[in-house]
Structure formats: C-alpha cells, structure tokens
DNA sequence: GCCAACGTTGGC
DNA sequence: GCCAACGTTGGC
C-alpha cells in the first residue's frame, strides 16, 4: 500500500464537502503528472487531504481513502465543462481519475508553515519551494507521523 | 492582488 | 525538436 497527498482549495471542494457526500470522484484532473500518480494508485491507498491556497490555514486536514481506480474523467467530454478537452474522445479518453472515499478529518490540521518549519518534514514534495504538483506520493515515515500528529 | 515557478502550446 | 509566449497554480 502506498501514500498520498491530493490538493483542493477548501472553496472549492473541503474536507467537510467530502465528508457529507461520503465519497467523491476526483475529476477535473490537467496535469500528466498528477495524473500519472493516479494511475498508480490503488483500491485502499490512504491519501492525505490538503487544503491549498487557504492563506494560515493551508495545510493537511485529513485523510481519504483510494475506493476505486481507473475511472474515465467525465468532465473531458463535456462542451460545457471548463475541463473539456476537445482532443479527449470517447474511444481514446486522455484524462483519468480516482474515486475517494472520507476516512477522517484531523483534529490538530498540520499547517504548511509546520510542514516547512521542521525538519523531518523537509523532504516531502509538497514543501519543496515552487511545488505546484496538485497529486503527490507520500513516503510511509511521513504519512504515519503527520497521522499520528493530526489525529 | 502580486508574482515566481513551471507546464503547455504552437510557430518555425 | 526548440523555444518564446502564454496560462495556471498557489504561497505570500
């Protein structure tokens, strides 16, 4: 089993949003690398949750869990949607995603100024300096010490 | 709201 | 296949 981190701006989809429905598709994905680290996941993953773009508050706020893989982006097909891809079809979908299901939401949220602030932190990907990569792994000593610090 | 970093696009 | 222009992300 392997570990995650997934962005979302908590305006846009929260922590609190994805406890309500349960479970949720992680669409709208335009980045070959985040979705490359989609397709590596699988069925039971944990992936921590975080907050981006939150001023003081940006940081990991709980975790989820991988329920299902593989699943074609929907939104690519729709003229409608902002994330249409007009060189996405049916028959050669170019985006996929994951399905997500809420695990739990942390008491003690981990700030990124504390992911940045201490060192056992430093080589995760998501403090390195410019880090805009929306989906990213998680080594296992990382994951077990930001759980245990957050629940 | 600014801007640095960086991914993508498209002309050549 | 290079690279300039452009758009987006996300911390501050």
Known sequence: ?????????????????????KK??????????????MRDMQVGDIVLFYHSNGGAATGIVGEVRVSKVGVVDP??????????????SKGKPRWECVEVQFVKKYENPILLSELKAKKQYQD????????RLSITPVKRKHFD???KVGS
Not at 3 to 18: F, G, N, V
Not at 79 to 88: C, F, L, N, Q, T
């Open 145 to 147: 010490l930001i759980s």
């Open 1 to 21: 089993m392997q570990h995650w981190l997934m962005k979302s701006e908590a305006d846009c989809y929260s922590i609190d949003d994805l406890k309500q429905d």
């Open 24 to 37: 949720t598709l992680w669409t709208e994905v335009r980045n070959y690398q985040a979705r490359n680290f």
């Open 124 to 131: 995760m990907i998501v403090t390195q300096p410019g880090n």
């Open 75 to 88: 939104t690519q097909f729709d003229a409608a949607s902002e994330y249409y891809d007009a060189k996405a």
